[in-house]
Structure formats: C-alpha cells, structure tokens
C-alpha cells in the first residue's frame, strides 16, 4: 500500500480492502466511530462512508417525497437522508480516527458541495459510485482534485466505463476500478466475476478489483482468483439493525473471515516442494514398509507377488517405492515377512 493511495503492484500478491460503512452507522456518530475501530481490527485498510447534501442533490420535489417504506427513518424522502447523514463537523473526527487505528479515510461524494466538504477534511481515497459513472463533469472535478479514487462500474456499458476512465488518467494513475453488479443484494449466480479479467486486460494501468453486494464470503477468494487486488465490502455492526443496506453487509466476525479467506489464497496455491513429498509425519508415523510376502531366495528375481507391506516403529523402504524393486535380484535370502533393504538386492 502507498503512503499516500492505493497503488501498487497489481501483480502482487498484496490486497486493499475496503469496509463499505455507507449509512449503516444509522445517522449516529458514535456508531460511526465504532465502525472504525472495530472492522480496523478485522483487517479493513480503509473504512468507506457516503457523503451527500440532500438538498443539492435531490430536486425538492424528489426530496419532499412521502417515504413508507419498511426502513424509513422518517415519513419524507428527504428527512430520511438527513436522518442518515454524517454532519459535516463529524467527518475531521473520523479522520482522525481512522488515522489513530491505521486505515485510510475514504468516502464517496455525491455531489459537488460534498466534493467540497471531503477535500477540506482531506479525505484519503476518493470512492466514485456506479451512480456517476459515465458522469464526465463530476469525475473531472474529483480527478483534478488529484487524490487516489476508487471507481464502481456497476450498470455500466463499455464506452462509458473506458470514457471516465481514460479521463481520470489523464490526472493520475492510482485508479482502482472495481466489477460491480448493482443488485441489492446479489445472488451468487449473478455475480459475474469473469469479467474481472476483461477489466484487467482492458486496463493495464489501473488496479482492478471487486465491489459485490453478496451476503456471503465466498466472493472475495474467488475474485482474488481471477485478478482482484482492491475489494470493497458492506459492512454492518447488527445485520436485524432498520436499514436497506444491512441485510447483505458482513457482520465483524464475517469481514475477518472475508479478509483472511481472501489473503489465504496466494498461500493455497503453490504446490508443495518436491523434497516434502512422502517424508511427512503420518508416513512416518504409520506408512508401511516393503516386506517379503514369501520366501525370496538369494539370486530370485524379484516379482509383484513376491511383495507386501507392514508397519514398523521406523520405516525402511516405503511401499510407494515398490517400482524401484521389481525385477530386481536378492543378494541374500529373504524370510517370509522380513524388511527388505537396498543392501538386500542387487543393482
């Protein structure tokens, strides 16, 4: 990971992985806070909330809005998403924070006022969502701010992908671009991870990784697979918590496990050295030995029926080296069931 951003080798095995808090701190500061300190522990590198002035953002009459659903914070559409927002003077608390428990600060502005607002509190790492992709006069005004951005691609088609991407290299190239599905949640067969390698090929330059709505774990390996480096994940302290987002989010003990089955991968894969193979404690410990199944007599042509195998307190020649003795002469005479050694045979 940069000092700075998220930029490095993409052929690395290392990873960033990103705790998508979004609104399920509910609106409450504290909770935010807790977010912080809790999913640092179980291995976030950065902690992503949103940021949006609703008034800006939406038209009045979208805003004014009657709300009924099930999660609803309030009766109006835009009472809830002030229920919901962090107060511009909380964000320098939670920089500090992330600061204080070694995660980057990172958050999506919604609009320009909160581009704005995320700049004065020096936001480490822009989030641009898959709502704006595409949208080329907003991912210029967060490119020229020249910090590292992460970018959603969630519902979007070729050309405008290449489009805001191209745009934002002309800035800088710590980009990370990310697969998504924008379903919530995403079942599994809806994934669609093979197209983490299109990405890759299609964009050499830039890192490439996963943002998926999934309610399991299992995502994060298997994307590794394919070439993710950057994961970004909903996270939640209480999945029963009111909220359109908590239902797919990982609870704390499900985001260690996604972190850790994620950096366990690059370990699973290299084969065992060679030199390993067959001295490993159970053979040892219980492998059987070549034995005479009859009577070999000195000068006797060694066959396969001649051959058994038998555990002793220490092992002499592994019956997987069986091959090795066929067809060969004994020097001496065998007994029924003795050990045969190397010294016994000749060649």
């Known amino acids: 990971?940069?000092?700075?951003?998220?930029?490095?080798?993409?052929?690395?095995?290392?990873?960033?992985?990103?705790?998508?808090?979004?609104?399920?701190?509910?609106?409450?500061?504290?909770?935010?806070?807790?977010?912080?300190?809790?999913?640092?522990?179980?291995?976030?590198?950065?902690?992503?909330?949103?940021?949006?002035?609703?008034?800006?953002?939406?038209?009045?009459?979208?805003?004014?809005?009657?709300?009924?659903?099930?999660n609803a914070f309030a009766p109006t559409y835009g009472a809830h998403r002030e229920h919901l927002e962090l107060k511009p003077e909380w964000l320098p608390v939670l920089k500090e924070d992330c600061?204080?428990?070694?995660?980057?600060?990172?958050?999506?502005?919604f609009d320009e006022a909160s581009l704005d607002l995320l700049m004065d509190v020096d936001v480490d790492v822009m989030k641009i969502a898959s709502f704006d992709l595409g949208n080329l006069p907003f991912i210029n005004r967060i490119a020229k701010t020249g910090k590292p951005v992460v970018m959603s691609i969630g519902g979007g088609k070729a050309d405008q992908i290449r489009a805001s991407v191209e745009l934002l290299l002309k800035y800088h190239q710590d980009v990370a671009i990310l697969h998504c599905v924008s379903e919530y949640p995403c079942e599994f067969d809806r994934l669609g991870l093979d197209n983490i390698h299109n990405l890759i090929s299609e964009f050499p330059d830039c890192l490439i990784g996963s943002s998926d709505h999934f309610n399991g774990t299992l995502s994060g390996p298997i994307a590794y697979m394919k070439g993710a480096r950057v994961f970004e994940k909903h996270v939640t302290l209480n999945r029963a918590w009111t909220g359109t987002d908590h239902s797919f989010a990982l609870?704390?003990?499900?985001?260690?496990?996604?972190?850790?089955?994620?950096?366990?991968?690059?370990?699973?894969?290299?084969?065992?050295?060679?030199?390993?193979?067959?001295?490993?404690?159970?053979?040892?410990?219980?492998?059987?030995?070549?034995?005479?199944?009859?009577?070999?007599?000195?000068?006797?042509?060694?066959?396969?029926?001649?051959?058994?195998?038998?555990?002793?307190?220490?092992?002499?020649?592994?019956?997987?080296?069986?091959?090795?003795?066929?067809?060969?002469?004994?020097?001496?005479?065998?007994?029924?069931?003795?050990?045969?050694?190397?010294?016994?045979?000749?060649?």
């Open 1 to 70: 990971q940069g000092v700075d951003g998220i930029m490095f080798e993409a052929k690395s095995n290392e990873v960033f992985v990103i705790a998508e808090v979004g609104q399920n701190h509910q609106g409450q500061l504290d909770k935010a806070r807790d977010y912080i300190r809790i999913f640092a522990a179980e291995g976030a590198d950065a902690v992503k909330f949103q940021t949006r002035n609703n008034k800006a953002l939406f038209s009045k009459e979208a805003y004014d809005a009657p709300y009924t659903s099930e």
């Open 99 to 109: 600061l204080k428990y070694g995660v980057k600060f990172m958050s999506t502005p």
């Open 251 to 347: 609870e704390p003990e499900g985001f260690r496990k996604f972190v850790r089955d994620i950096k366990r991968v690059p370990h699973m894969l290299p084969p065992k050295p060679a030199d390993d193979l067959g001295n490993e404690f159970v053979f040892k410990k219980l492998g059987k030995s070549l034995v005479a199944y009859t009577d070999i007599k000195e000068g006797a042509l060694i066959s396969i029926d001649d051959l058994s195998g038998k555990i002793f307190s220490s092992q002499f020649i592994p019956v997987r080296e069986s091959n090795k003795l066929i067809g060969r002469v004994a020097k001496v005479n065998i007994s029924k069931g003795q050990q045969i050694s190397y010294d016994d045979l000749e060649g």
